[in-house]
């Protein structure tokens, strides 16, 4: 598997712990939603920071045609994030910016940054290298706090994240497309979201980042990778660019899923792209 999460991890291993069923889906920040799924409190759901794109490096013509690139790739959505700024964002669709996302692999990275939580504050142990698990891992986190995951998710992760309600079936976790990228700030950001250390520090810089490609050419950034939701949804990272782009897509029947072109177009729109294996802005100006 190209993304991270569900190849083998370490301090995955058989987890033991138990959620308790009666009553657990009616605690504070959980409830039903009306299709079944459970619903997952979050804050006001307010807009990330916004800059101009040329503010952030990007010469405006060239992002234009990576965006002409993504429709072409028939996205639904299109979202670049640099310095923890939205410095663009696209929809096709009548449900637009309010639509959710399946998270796949980036909610598999949610459990983790929410398992990182519980290590520190509730004393989850993290045994050794194991096949990833994300059922036992949150049943072993709930053994460990006494909370559900969906709980714990909820006054852990996603209200510091000052996300909109999410929805949780068990399998996977919905949001919007730009609360994903509230997660990609942790990422970026060694566990801190606009300033504040959500996740505890060094724990992101533990979790695997396989760099394989499956498009045409290699990254253009030397440390990129990548999650994968379902189809062609993509959320790249560039750590050094301190830069997110998420792409949401159905896989087209037929066609091949090219997962370099699009995120190099944008890569290669920075003014301030450092040479191959260089120093970033962010290396020189921390914070920046």
């Known amino acids: 598997m190209n993304g991270w999460p569900r190849s083998a991890w370490w301090g995955l291993a058989a987890l033991a712990g138990v959620v308790a069923a009666a009553g657990i889906w009616h605690w504070h920040g959980v409830r039903n939603a009306s299709d079944g799924a459970l619903l997952i409190a979050g804050g006001d759901g307010g807009g990330l920071p916004r800059a101009a794109a040329g503010a952030e490096g990007f010469e405006t013509a060239a992002l234009q045609a990576a965006a002409a690139l993504a429709a072409e790739q028939h996205s639904t959505a299109l979202l670049i994030m640099r310095h923890g700024h939205l410095v663009f964002e696209q929809y096709t669709g009548s449900d637009g910016a309010d639509a959710l996302v399946d998270g796949g692999e980036m909610a598999d990275t949610l459990l983790l940054l929410a398992a990182g939580i519980a290590v520190a504050q509730d004393g989850l142990v993290m045994p050794a290298a194991a096949p990833f698990d994300a059922a036992r891992l949150s049943a072993a986190m709930g053994g460990a706090s006494g909370r559900s995951y969906p709980q714990y998710l909820s006054r852990n992760l996603w209200q ?31 566990g801190r979201f606009e300033g504040t250390q959500v996740v505890p520090p ?57 997962g370099t072109r699009l995120p190099n177009m944008i890569v290669r729109a920075l003014r301030d792209r450092p040479a191959s294996g260089g120093g970033s802005l962010n290396d020189l100006v921390p914070g920046h």
């Open 160 to 190: 510091p994240l000052n996300a909109a309600p999410a929805k949780w079936s068990g399998a996977t976790l919905r949001a919007r497309a730009v609360d994903w990228l509230r997660v990609a700030e942790l990422l970026l950001h060694d």
């Open 202 to 258: 060094g724990w992101v810089a533990r979790l695997s980042q396989p760099r394989e490609t499956s498009g045409a050419e290699p990254f253009a950034a030397v440390d990129m990778y990548y999650l994968r939701g379902p189809g062609a949804t993509r959320l790249w990272l560039a750590p050094r660019l301190d830069l997110a782009v998420l792409r949401v897509a159905a896989a087209q029947p037929g066609a091949a899923i090219d």
